[in-house]
């Protein structure tokens, strides 16, 4: 079954404007992962947050995570684009073995 | 260069004829898994190994087998492939609960 849900499916934006990526989540988590993906290529690790973690910054990106809610938002600032790609969130289960567990992704698309 | 391969990358079968899509690491991580990508479903898991002898089943495990005899190597046996095993499969690997890598997926067409 799928744990993360990403909200929007798809989001186009103009080169230089933020990009807000949400996701959410039904049961407790040890971390959450967001993922990159280029069409039809492997996937690639963006950011990993922990569930006592609150926010992170890597680069132009910030993901926060709300454990209350079971929701994570990634916002990319100032999109270019190559950033134009599908975006995943995973979790990984408090005490599961499992691993992650994928959303179904957001396509983001960065016009020049 | 630390890496996860797979091969084939692109294969085209028929039904029924057994296939396997090996993967391969070199990190030395514990845990691998296998996931297959369809349009609108995301990434599912197939399989996953926490480690040498240790699989266990993921969401999809149906018409698939996997076996991990040594730490680097994470073998998906289609025994009887059937066209809705039509999909991109992904292998990754990790340490413990840890950041993935993705091999280069493997797309597999069964006629």
């Known amino acids: 079954s799928q744990q993360g849900e990403e909200d929007p499916q798809a989001l186009s934006i103009q080169e230089g404007e933020n990009a807000t990526m949400n996701c959410s989540y039904k049961t407790s988590i040890n971390n959450l992962q967001w993922y990159r993906q280029n069409s039809g290529r492997g996937l690639v690790h963006l950011i990993l947050i922990r569930s006592n973690e609150r926010e992170k910054h890597s680069g132009r990106l910030r993901v926060t995570l709300d454990t209350s809610k079971k929701s994570s938002s990634l916002l990319i600032t100032a999109s270019r684009a190559a950033d134009t790609a599908s975006y995943f969130c995973?979790?990984?289960?408090?005490?599961?073995?499992?691993?992650?567990?994928f959303g179904s992704g957001t396509q983001l698309t960065v016009l020049p | 260069e630390a890496q996860v391969t797979q091969n084939p990358r692109y294969l085209i079968t028929v039904t029924g004829k057994k296939l396997t899509v090996t993967c391969s690491q070199n990190m030395n991580h514990e845990y691998m898994s296998w996931y297959r990508q369809d349009p609108g479903l995301g990434l599912r898991q197939i399989y996953y190994?926490?480690?040498?002898?240790?699989?266990d089943k993921g969401d999809v495990p149906e018409g698939y087998k996997v076996s991990r005899k040594e730490k680097r190597n994470f073998p998906l046996i289609l025994e009887s492939p059937s066209p809705n095993q039509t999909s991109l499969y992904f292998c990754?690997?990790?340490?413990?609960?840890?950041?993935?890598?993705f091999g280069p997926g493997t797309r597999l067409t069964v006629t």
């Open positions: 990754a690997s990790s340490l413990q609960q840890g950041e993935q890598y």
């Open positions: 995973a979790t990984v289960h408090s005490g599961s073995a499992r691993q992650l567990t």
């Open positions: 190994s926490m480690n040498v002898e240790v699989t």
